[in-house]
């Protein structure tokens, strides 16, 4: 069942539709989320892949992915621009056009040289690659947003039943990519993760900079870091409810901030969490994933010029369908 966060996404997708190529278009839960997304009619599909394979598991599986255009790399009329277009990209790095011809039909890449030239607007992979195979064609062909330093990750958390942050929905980041960021690199990543946080959850973001820590609490360099990225990430955006060091509890409930950290706009109310290094936000986003059995959408991509989206290994079906939405939204800003 899918939560009222996502189905708000699904309807607002719907109101501006965009297309999503799936570059795993031959992995079943792929073509399951593509049958979700067309049945409920809020993002155009592209699948790439051998059309005869996809057509064929769709027909056993008794899926419905006839509303899809499946775009094969090996036979696409497209293969010969995107692989010039790509070289033209890379040939200062040493790319060859033998190379490049060669590159874009893989998936992956064919399927960001779709995005980078408008062929859709955004792609969502990762259910059978890793993260850094989804990221580099993304990083070479499309490169960061225009005044974004840093391309992070986030997970959506959406916790039923919960009383803490935007109804139970949050963003974790980062979560998936970087993995022991400076205090520069997490004040980055906190002024994006506000910035997807409003565009995904349209309310206000209060963020908080997590640590073992309260306002010094504790003494340690991992504090200090976060302390720093805190003043940083103020200095850069005093616009923004930003606060820290911050442990967990004080940055949630209100009863502890009240107590911890008294007169923070921020302390028991943080809808976004920004973690002091990977090991802390994945192992805490798959906690709450897993204990308080919360959806959890992403890896989120945040920075990158156009919308590409990572997926978690062990992702579902209607987990992919979530983050064709997510990128179907992010594809509109």
Do not use: W
């Given at each position: 069942?899918?939560?009222?966060?996502?189905?708000?996404?699904?309807?607002?997708?719907?109101?501006?539709?965009?297309?999503?190529?799936?570059?795993e278009?031959?992995?079943?839960r792929?073509?399951?989320?593509?049958?979700?997304?067309?049945?409920?009619?809020?993002?155009?599909?592209?699948?790439?892949?051998?059309?005869?394979?996809?057509?064929?598991?769709?027909?056993?599986?008794?899926?419905?992915?006839?509303?899809?255009?499946?775009?094969?790399?090996e036979?696409?009329?497209?293969?010969?621009?995107?692989?010039?277009?790509?070289?033209?990209?890379?040939?200062?790095?040493?790319?060859?056009?033998?190379?490049?011809?060669?590159?874009i039909?893989?998936?992956?890449?064919?399927?960001?040289?779709?995005?980078?030239?408008?062929?859709?607007?955004?792609?969502?992979?990762?259910?059978?690659?890793?993260?850094?195979?989804?990221?580099?064609?993304?990083?070479?062909?499309?490169?960061?947003?225009?005044?974004?330093?840093?391309?992070?990750?986030?997970?959506?958390?959406n916790?039923?039943?919960?009383?803490?942050g935007?109804?139970?929905?949050?963003?974790?980041?980062?979560?998936?990519?970087?993995?022991?960021?400076?205090?520069?690199?997490?004040?980055?990543?906190?002024i994006?993760?506000?910035?997807?946080?409003k565009?995904?959850?349209?309310?206000?973001?209060?963020?908080?900079?997590?640590?073992?820590?309260?306002?010094?609490?504790?003494?340690?360099?991992?504090?200090?870091?976060?302390?720093?990225?805190?003043?940083?990430?103020?200095?850069?955006?005093?616009?923004?409810?930003?606060?820290?060091?911050?442990?967990?509890?004080?940055?949630?409930?209100?009863?502890?901030?009240?107590?911890?950290?008294?007169?923070?706009?921020?302390?028991?109310?943080?809808?976004?969490?920004?973690?002091?290094?990977l090991?802390?936000?994945?192992i805490?986003?798959?906690?709450?994933?897993?204990?308080?059995?919360?959806?959890?959408?992403?890896?989120?991509?945040?920075?990158?010029a156009?919308?590409?989206?990572?997926?978690?290994?062990?992702?579902?079906?209607?987990?992919?369908?979530?983050?064709?939405?997510?990128?179907?939204?992010?594809?509109?800003?």
């Amino acid at each position: 069942m899918s939560s009222t966060f996502i189905e708000h996404l699904k309807a607002r997708a719907k109101a501006d539709l965009k297309t999503i190529v799936l570059a795993e278009g031959e992995e079943l839960r792929t073509i399951k989320a593509a049958e979700i997304a067309l049945k409920e009619g809020y993002a155009k599909i592209k699948l790439v892949g051998d059309p005869d394979k996809i057509n064929l598991m769709a027909k056993e599986e008794g899926v419905d992915i006839s509303g899809a255009e499946i775009v094969n790399p090996e036979a696409s009329e497209k293969a010969a621009e995107y692989a010039n277009a790509f070289y033209e990209l890379r040939k200062n790095k040493g790319m060859t056009p033998e190379l490049a011809a060669e590159t874009i039909k893989n998936p992956l890449y064919f399927g960001v040289m779709m995005v980078k030239s408008g062929d859709a607007d955004g792609m969502v992979a990762g259910a059978v690659n890793s993260s850094a195979n989804v990221i580099r064609p993304s990083l070479q062909i499309l490169k960061t947003a225009p005044g974004t330093k840093l391309v992070s990750a986030f997970f959506v958390l959406n916790v039923p039943n919960c009383e803490y942050g935007e109804n139970g929905t949050f963003i974790f980041a980062d979560s998936a990519l970087n993995q022991d960021p400076d205090a520069d690199q997490i004040s980055e990543i906190a002024i994006s993760s506000a910035a997807s946080f409003k565009q995904l959850v349209e309310a206000e973001p209060k963020i908080a900079m997590l640590s073992h820590s309260t306002y010094g609490s504790a003494k340690h360099a991992l504090v200090d870091k976060m302390r720093e990225a805190t003043k940083l990430a103020q200095e850069k955006r005093p616009d923004l409810m930003i606060d820290g060091e911050l442990q967990l509890d004080a940055a949630i409930v209100e009863s502890v901030g009240n107590q911890k950290a008294p007169g923070s706009k921020v302390a028991g109310k943080a809808n976004v969490l920004i973690f002091p290094n990977l090991d802390a936000g994945n192992i805490g986003y798959k906690l709450v994933q897993r204990l308080a059995k919360a959806e959890a959408y992403g890896p989120v991509l945040q920075g990158i010029a156009k919308p590409v989206n990572d997926l978690s290994r062990g992702c579902t079906a209607e987990d992919i369908a979530g983050v064709i939405a997510i990128t179907s939204i992010q594809a509109q800003g």
